[in-house]
């Protein structure tokens, strides 16, 4: 599986922006897909996810503010971020996993999003 993320840059606090992920090649059973982040000098936290039925879990920090959503005919997923604040800035990263045995994770590159205030 190929994930590649678009869409971060460069906002004011409070402004909106909106990260796309396109997944190609092997996405047969793909069981859901996500996005995560990692600040400055900070862990890698989860952001959002949702799974192929569309059920969604989002971190605390992003409840009300971000919105995952996904396109399944273009195998796709979204991140809305509204009311962007300087602590949302990050590389933000793309996720996508199946479940068999075992967890199989699969990385996009990092986009970074830079919330000026």
């Known amino acids: 599986v190929q994930l590649q993320a678009s869409g971060g840059g460069l906002v004011q606090a409070g402004g909106s922006l909106k990260l796309s992920c396109a997944a190609s090649g092997s996405i047969f059973a793909i069981n859901g897909m996500g996005w995560y982040r990692q600040a400055p000098g900070k862990q890698c936290e989860l952001v959002a996810t949702?799974?192929?039925?569309?059920?969604?879990n989002y971190a605390e920090s992003v409840k009300g503010r971000f919105t995952i959503s996904r396109d399944n005919a273009k195998n796709t997923v979204f991140l809305q971020m509204d009311s962007l604040a300087p602590a949302d800035t990050a590389v933000y990263y793309c996720?996508?996993?199946?479940?068999?045995?075992?967890?199989?994770?699969?990385w996009g590159q990092g986009t970074l999003v830079t919330v000026s205030s």
């Open positions: 949702i799974t192929s039925r569309g059920n969604t």
């Open positions: 996720n996508a996993y199946k479940l068999g045995f075992t967890r199989y994770d699969y």
